[in-house]
């Protein structure tokens, strides 16, 4: 972020106090002994001028803020000798304040530097040519205060665009943990949600009973922990339909693992809802499955998840969920897969 005046008031400004110094140059030609001199240091300064007020970027280029100084020592040094310091100088000293404009106009553009070096070096020679009391009647002491003004103003307005950053950045943070809180409440209060829709009749039932529940009543119990575990371990793999299946296996007596490794993290809305209506029909083929392993596939695979329903004790489901489709000799082993599936990541696979 950064504060600034508008940059078309800036240039307007000081490009009406540029002319300004041009047009009182224009009115001492009369004056001075010889108008060469003078012409050319008009030419220089309206170049110089130009280059600075008008070349874009925020921060003026080092070769444009050299071209500005080195027409800020030359042209003390052209114009000091045809001025007659005996007659009226009033105007023919108008360089003075020209090079305390384009001095100020190099603060402005971020050569402070520069600008110090120009102003400085003004001082000095007006002194060593008409001096001391030159600071004072031509305008020395003013250039070099405007200077010190801009300097004061630019420091500020870095100083206030640091702050402003830092403001900017911790505002960011703010909103970003805000929003991670946020997730986190949201996140606890659905689980909770979801968790008391599920168990609230049982647990009225047993404070009903006291705790004295029958060998069903037990056994669902077991089904409504396995339930919210799930919630945990295989969120992304549940929907309503899902929840519903796995349900209904687990009551006729099979062994149901869901395993979210946030393979479906990255799917669009439309993929995962369809990726969830496949499932629950998987889920509804196992039906004569005593074991049944549902996992999400890690992204950048063409599956996203795998389903395989298995019709054996638990060792001989391993094996044969190792080895399902091939036949290694035992006609056995294919008779015990109930299912296997791959339900692709996306529709056009």
């Not at 082993?333 to 990541?345: F, N, Q």
Request: negative net charge; contains cysteine.
């Amino acid at each position: 972020m950064r504060i600034s005046v508008p940059a078309g008031i800036a240039i307007g400004l000081a490009s009406l106090f540029s002319v300004y110094h041009l047009v009182l140059a224009t009115v001492s030609l009369p004056r001075v002994a010889d108008a060469g001199p003078v012409v050319a240091c008009m030419v220089l300064y309206a170049a110089a001028t130009g280059v600075a007020l008008f070349l874009p970027g925020r921060v003026l280029p080092v070769w444009a803020a050299c071209f500005a100084l080195a027409t800020a020592l030359v042209i003390p040094v052209i114009e000091a000798p045809v001025i007659d310091l005996a007659r009226d100088h009033e105007h023919t000293t108008w360089w003075v304040a020209a090079v305390g404009t384009l001095m100020v106009v190099l603060v402005v553009r971020g050569r402070r530097a520069f600008a110090w070096v120009g102003v400085g070096f003004l001082t000095l020679f007006s002194v060593g040519w008409a001096g001391l009391p030159a600071l004072q009647s031509l305008g020395v002491a003013g250039s070099v205060a405007w200077v010190v003004i801009a300097s004061g103003f630019a420091i500020a307005m870095e100083r206030a665009v640091r702050v402003t950053r830092d403001f900017v950045l911790a505002e960011q943070e703010t909103a970003d943990w805000q929003a991670a809180q946020d997730a986190h409440v949201f996140e606890r209060q659905f689980r909770l949600s979801q968790t008391t829709r599920m168990a609230l009749p049982m647990l009225e039932r047993i404070m009903a009973t006291g705790g004295d529940l029958s060998d069903d009543e037990r056994a669902e119990c077991l089904h409504l922990e396995q339930a919210i575990r799930d919630e945990i371990r295989g969120r992304s793999l549940l929907s309503d339909d899902v929840r519903d299946e796995v349900m209904r296996l687990r009551r006729r007596g099979a062994t149901v693992q869901l395993h979210d490794d946030g393979g479906l993290d990255d799917l669009e809305i439309d993929d995962l809802r369809r990726v969830h209506a496949r499932l629950a029909d998987a889920l509804r083929q196992a039906r004569e499955a005593d074991n049944v392993i549902v996992r999400t596939v890690p992204e950048g695979a063409d599956a996203a998840v795998t389903v395989v329903g298995l019709r054996l004790d638990t060792a001989a489901s391993e094996s044969a969920a190792l080895g399902a489709g091939h036949d290694d000799g035992d006609g056995d082993e294919d008779d015990s897969v109930v299912v296997w599936l791959e339900i692709p990541r996306h529709a056009s696979v």
